[in-house]
Nanobody
Framework: QVQLVESGGGLVQAGGSLRLSCVVS????????MGWFRQAPGKERVFVGR????????DYTDSVKGRFTISRDNAKNTLFLQMNSLKPEDTAIYYC??????????????????WGQGTQVTVSS
């Protein structure tokens, strides 16, 4: 059974930082592109960023470039999202997701095969 379990969310003031983790089991983690998405209240789930299987390639949505960093530890089957300089508009539920290839449609959530349950991030002004 495949499981993706996010953690690390919470309440933080604007300008602060959080580090999210996503522990994966039940699949060969190093064979999957791993992504982060987020969903704000009343809005669609949107792409935040992704990392290739080896960690050599990353791709971020423009609104988080320079503030968020994705990393992974293939030995520990864990994906990370370091979030700095947080803004109130970053408030959302954050999800990790696994994709079996580096797709040209990375921003399309339907491309991803497996999802976590999400972790809430709230940024106060």
């Amino acid at each position: 059974q495949v499981q993706l379990v996010e953690s690390g969310g919470g309440l933080v003031q604007a300008g602060g930082s959080l580090r999210l983790s996503c522990v994966v089991s039940g699949l060969t983690f190093s064979s999957y592109v791993m992504g982060w998405f987020r969903q704000a209240p009343g809005k669609e789930r949107v792409f935040v960023g992704r990392m290739s299987q080896s960690g050599a390639r990353t791709d971020y949505t423009d609104s988080v470039k320079g503030r968020f960093t994705i990393s992974r530890d293939n030995a520990k089957n864990t994906l990370f999202l370091q979030m700095n300089s947080l803004k109130p508009e970053d408030t959302a539920i954050y999800y990790c997701a696994a994709d079996n290839s580096w797709s040209l449609r990375a921003r399309d959530s339907s491309q991803y095969d497996y999802w976590g349950q999400g972790t809430q991030v709230t940024v106060s002004s």
